[in-house]
């Protein structure tokens, strides 16, 4: 089985800009530079032979570059206290047109639709199950970075991603790589 999904990798500059935040969260579990990523279609696990399918339909993908910016930070809120902390993205709209043409593209090729509302981020911190995060935790850290923003960057690919979850942590590999005409 593969553990496949959709994503950016943002520019260098933009990374470290993120990286610089990482801080100051008591039980954080921050990112590496290598697992930033914004995600623009999640997959989940699937059989050697729907994987060559995902990847066939993503390379059908048109989409024309458009320039994206940091914006804000937040966190999401889950029953089992795991409340990742996030960079949001700039504009929603293309993001959402995008995510919504890479869904279309998979439901072609037998997988279900995307069931969860797609809100563009990065996540920068996960916390486990055991460390003690609670929203007075990640407020003051959400408070000092509210205001970030970046300069604008441009989308002008899209990867497809596998996700191996081991003893170190979990680790992403690229696939296949789609630019923005459809070409690798």
């Known amino acids: 089985m593969f553990r496949l999904f959709v994503a950016f ?3 260098a500059a ?10 100051g969260v008591t039980g954080a579990r921050w990112q590496s530079k290598e697992q930033l990523h914004l995600t623009l279609r999640y997959i989940g696990d699937v059989d050697r032979h729907q994987a060559e399918d ?5 390379q059908a993908v048109r989409f024309q570059p458009f320039s994206i910016k940091l914006s804000g930070v937040g966190n999401f809120d889950h ?3 795991s409340r990742p902390i996030w960079a949001g993205v700039n504009p929603i709209h293309g993001l959402n047109d995008l995510h919504k043409k890479i869904d279309r593209a998979f439901i072609r090729t037998g997988l279900e639709p995307e069931s969860r509302a797609y809100i563009p981020h990065i996540t920068l911190a996960r916390f486990g199950a055991q460390s003690g995060n609670d929203k007075a935790d990640v407020r003051p850290w959400l ?4 205001g970030l923003c970046s300069a604008p960057f441009v989308l002008d690919h899209i990867a497809l991603l596998e996700s191996d979850i081991g003893k170190d942590g979990v680790r992403y590999q690229e696939v296949m790589r789609v630019d923005c005409a459809g070409a690798q």
């Open 14 to 23: 933009i990374l470290d800009q993120l990286l610089a935040l990482m801080e």
């Open 9 to 11: 990798r943002p520019p």
């Open 143 to 146: 408070h000092v970075n509210e």
């Open 54 to 58: 995902v990847a066939t339909a993503l």
């Open 79 to 81: 029953k089992d206290q």
